[in-house]
């Protein structure tokens, strides 16, 4: 296999088990170089702490692509999340279109919403510039609140396969090649995700056991891993059956630790698993 090289661009949340700061682990422990690109730092991440700091390094952006660009540098894969300004988005559109190799794989998650709400810094004027970004996207993953924020549908929490099939569409129409809709659940015991491929206009899905508890973070790890599964070979149906699994054993290992702290899963004690199932790939 090729040594593949990778770039994600993400905020650096120094507390808060997300983004970056789960990212990086993740994709090396599926045996990549990852290289990154710091959308903002903050003292931690913005869902349910308070006074948190918030560095934009939106400016720092072009001159840091341009000395890519003099060095020669390019990426087997790009993958974008939580974003630090509207004005970001523009130069990481331009970083996704100009940085790849000719294989590039373009990953991106619009991390700007869950459970019905916005994230606290961002606004729909934010909203409509991400969906700018979504139609560059060879593999677009949103949660259900980002798809129906992107495509106006009514969000619901009750659902069923045709709402999801109807949501999978409308957001493909953005332009993306392929969309995986996570956190979807159509039984009270599982949970999983549902795709849908533009090109051939098949969907597909993959659920595994529900565990009652909802953790911040999860969906970072999930679009990792997806990621981190593909560029070690695995088909997207094989990478998605993986970051289902592995986003769950996150979760079991948390649950299970009477001291966790309340703001992230300990993915850490879960990577031995993405070393086993990714051996032999
Ligand atoms: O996990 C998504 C995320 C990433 N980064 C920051 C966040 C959040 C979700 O709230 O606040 C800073």
């Given at each position: 296999?090729?040594?593949?090289?990778?770039?994600?661009?993400?905020?650096?949340?120094?507390?808060?088990?997300?983004?970056?700061?789960?990212?990086?682990?993740?994709?090396?422990?599926?045996?990549?170089?990852?290289?990154?690109?710091?959308?903002?730092?903050?003292?931690?991440?913005?869902?349910?702490?308070?006074?948190?700091?918030?560095?934009?390094?939106?400016?720092?952006?072009?001159?840091?692509q341009a000395h890519w660009q003099k060095e020669g540098i390019k990426f087997s894969a790009i993958y974008t999340g939580y974003l630090g300004s509207l004005k970001q988005i523009g130069y990481v559109k331009n970083i996704l279109e100009t940085m790849g190799t000719e294989d590039c794989i373009r990953v991106v998650a619009p991390a700007m919403a869950d459970n019905g709400q916005l994230y606290s810094?961002?606004?729909?004027?934010?909203?409509?510039?991400?969906?700018?970004?979504?139609?560059?996207?060879?593999?677009?993953?949103?949660?259900?609140?980002?798809?129906?924020?992107?495509?106006?549908?009514?969000y619901r929490t009750a659902y069923d396969e045709d709402y999801i099939r109807d949501l999978l569409q409308a957001v493909a129409a953005l332009g993306a090649k392929k969309v995986v809709l996570t956190g979807v659940s159509f039984t009270p015991d599982t949970l999983g995700c549902m795709a849908y491929d533009s090109e051939t206009g098949e969907f597909f899905s993959y659920f595994n056991h529900r565990d009652g508890a909802s953790y911040h973070g999860t969906g970072d790890i999930f679009a990792a891993t997806t990621l981190g599964g593909m560029m070690r070979g695995l088909s997207l149906y094989e990478a998605l059956t993986l970051a289902v699994d592995f986003t769950l054993e996150t979760i079991l290992v948390t649950r299970s630790d009477p001291d966790a702290a309340w703001y992230g899963v300990e993915f850490e004690r879960a990577l031995p698993m993405l070393y086993r199932r990714l051996g032999d790939a």
């Open positions: 296999m090729a040594y593949k090289k990778i770039l994600t661009i993400q905020d650096i949340s120094c507390v808060g088990q997300c983004s970056l700061t789960v990212a990086l682990p993740i994709l090396s422990a599926c045996g990549l170089e990852t290289c990154i690109l710091p959308s903002a730092v903050l003292s931690t991440h913005t869902a349910g702490f308070s006074g948190f700091t918030f560095r934009d390094l939106t400016d720092d952006m072009p001159a840091i810094i961002f606004d729909m004027e934010y909203v409509e510039g991400m969906k700018d970004l979504c139609g560059v996207a060879d593999i677009l993953v949103p949660n259900i609140t980002e798809a129906c924020l992107m495509t106006g549908r009514e």
